[in-house]
């Protein structure tokens, strides 16, 4: 017997646990040796050692699993979900995707079709040396966002609505029109989100005879964060809102599926959740939460000096929101990113709601235009609504 379990201990060892081979001493013919062969003799007590096999044992495993969690989270730290990072926007029965060099428009309009188009992005010299600048970058996303995106807004809203021909093209008058509309915007946005709580919150404690610098930039954030769930949450309320939060959702359930490799279909784009960490969204939480830090290290200021220097920094918080957020995309699989991508993701629960599947037909339809005008395939057995062309006349930037 000793001999067939030593042959069969030696074929099914493992090298990670060696001390397989360190068997009772019965089975090694102590009790033999030590005069025990008769029946109902006394077998000696396994030596002490033999007490830690199953210790040993279980160390092991907790050892081989740390070492796996370790491995899995350097990895999921060291590589990005995906090389060519999709964004895009919802517009008025519409969508807009952005690539790295060319956008996707989808709108449905009256009659119920869904008309497309695409555009390249600006590609001047002082724009592809700033796309190369951190920080910088950001500033020059931020302002091409916004004018894309306020110029296909309107359009979009005039198609949807029926007050504009298929077949016109946008003219310098809608140019000028987005231009004013994006500065209107910025300004509106550095007002209401930023400037005013932070005014407001020197104020009040003072009138407190309140004097922290930890307790102004506090309430400040307090502030900015309410007033911008209520904003969000008092603009839903809206039926045309709705819609566009819906159609917000639809977007990103569409990037998820690229991303992720999935087929674009009503069935797999369902599957997905209607937030995204690079979202908008995610984008003024960042800002928010940045600017507290940003601004801190400025003290305590007058009202008009506060004016003065949240006018000046808000470029370089954005820019440098912008570079964080791009991280937290790009590694969003990584526990700390989720961590830290939390509070923008349940601010999404407001601005993004459940699409129908005639609006994931028309983010179908705007990521797959915008892949394929940037010489690239969606992945095969995806659905391809049926779309026309729209016509419009792209504006050139230096």
């Given at each position: ?148 995106g306020s110029r296909w807004l309107l359009r979009s809203a005039e198609l949807s609505s029926g007050q504009a021909s298929v077949s016109t093209p946008s003219s310098r008058g809608d140019r000028a029109l987005s231009a004013v509309t994006v500065v209107l915007t910025l300004v509106f946005v550095m007002a209401l989100f930023n400037i005013i709580p932070a005014v407001a919150a020197s104020l ?195």
């Amino acid at each position: 017997m000793q001999h067939q379990v030593h042959r069969w201990l030696n074929a099914r060892r493992r090298d990670e646990d060696r001390s397989l081979l360190e068997l009772p001493p019965v089975l090694y013919g102590e009790a033999d040796l030590a005069g025990h062969r008769r029946s109902g003799g006394a077998i000696p007590e396994a030596p002490r050692a033999l007490a830690l096999i199953s210790v040993r044992r279980h160390c092991g495993v907790v050892v081989r699993r740390a070492s796996h969690l370790l491995a899995f989270a350097l990895a999921n730290l060291a590589a990005p979900a995906r090389s060519v990072a999709y964004g895009g926007q919802a517009l008025v029965d519409g969508i807009l995707m952005r690539g790295p060099a060319h956008i996707g428009v989808a709108i449905r309009v009256p009659d119920g079709s869904i008309l497309t188009t695409t555009e390249p992005l600006p590609n001047g010299v002082l724009r592809k040396r700033a796309a190369k600048l951190p920080i910088a970058r950001g500033v020059v996303i931020l302002v091409e966002t916004l004018v894309l995106g306020s110029r296909w807004l309107l359009r979009s809203a005039e198609l949807s609505s029926g007050q504009a021909s298929v077949s016109t093209p946008s003219s310098r008058g809608d140019r000028a029109l987005s231009a004013v509309t994006v500065v209107l915007t910025l300004v509106f946005v550095m007002a209401l989100f930023n400037i005013i709580p932070a005014v407001a919150a020197s104020l009040l404690l003072r009138a407190l005879s309140i004097d922290s610098l930890l307790a102004e930039r506090l309430m400040d954030g307090l502030l900015q964060i309410v007033i911008l769930i209520a904003y969000l949450s008092l603009a839903g309320r809206s039926r045309d809102i709705d819609r566009t939060y819906r159609y917000h959702g639809a977007e990103h359930r569409a990037i998820h599926a690229l991303e992720n490799g999935d087929t674009l279909t009503r069935a797999d784009l369902a599957r997905w959740p209607t937030a995204h960490p690079r979202c908008g969204t995610e984008f003024l939480v960042v800002v928010i939460l940045v600017s507290l830090v940003a601004f801190t290290t400025l003290g305590r200021l007058d009202p008009l000096a506060t004016v003065a220097s949240r006018i000046v920094g808000i470029p370089l918080v954005a820019g440098l929101s912008y570079e964080i957020l791009r991280l937290l995309g790009k590694y969003r699989t990584n526990p700390i990113a989720r961590a830290l991508a939390a509070p923008g993701l349940a601010v999404q629960r407001i601005t993004t709601r459940l699409p129908d599947d005639e609006m994931h037909d028309v983010a179908i339809a705007a990521l797959t235009v915008a892949v394929e005008a940037g010489g690239e395939s969606v992945p095969a057995g995806s659905e391809r609504p049926v779309w026309g062309a729209l016509q419009h006349e792209a504006a050139t930037h230096g």
